[in-house]
């Protein structure tokens, strides 16, 4: 079987995408799966953290479908979805589109280029829940903002949301996102573990200076 693929990336988060709108590939998720595992394997020059597979949509101008490199299927990736975004403008020349995906069809943009031959899209981030059954996540909490969640670490505080792929973030100083505190979490949380069943993105915030 032959299969082309570009490569692509949004704010170095970066897929291989396949286009399936002309003719849909004859492969089951678990092959998608394997698919990914196969081709985002790093190696010196190759490797990728997932594949964007482009579809058509009954109610939408496309359909994205995300298979993370461990061979998972993701509900939603933003960066991916500027990626699918752009590669559907261009093959459509429509300049808003809406984009399906697992759990929401949303709208995508192009703007003006932010910077010189940067080519910059704006996407849909929806919808955004606060519930902790939304990620979903093993806890009696119904919210978790700015709240410290010991288990995962003693000194930081921690909000949870749904985008609608989950989320773990953290405001932390300079110091801690420079530190290796970030990765032994998303280790731990991504892998094996008795709170998020699904996995989830763990993000740490700080701030540059005030504005």
Known sequence: MDIKIIKVHGSNNDFY???EMD???????????????????????????????????????????????????????????RCVGRYVQEKLKNNNLLIETMKASLQVTKEPDMYKDIPTYRVEISPVIKATSALPMNTELD???????????????????????PHLISLVDKEVIHSDKQEKIATLLNGENDWFTDGVNVSFVSRLEEG
């Open 17 to 19: 995408l396949i286009d």
């Open 143 to 165: 919210e978790i903002i700015n709240q410290s969640l010991p288990f995962i670490d003693e000194d930081l505080t921690f909000t949870t949301l749904s985008v609608p792929n």
């Open 23 to 81: 003719t849909e590939l004859p492969l089951t998720d678990e092959e998608r799966g394997q698919l990914a595992i196969n081709m985002c394997k790093r190696t010196c020059k190759e490797g990728a953290d997932g594949i964007l597979f482009v579809l058509n949509s009954e109610d939408s101008d496309a359909r994205m479908r995300v298979f993370n490199a461990d061979g998972s299927e993701a509900s939603m990736c933003g960066n991916g979805l």
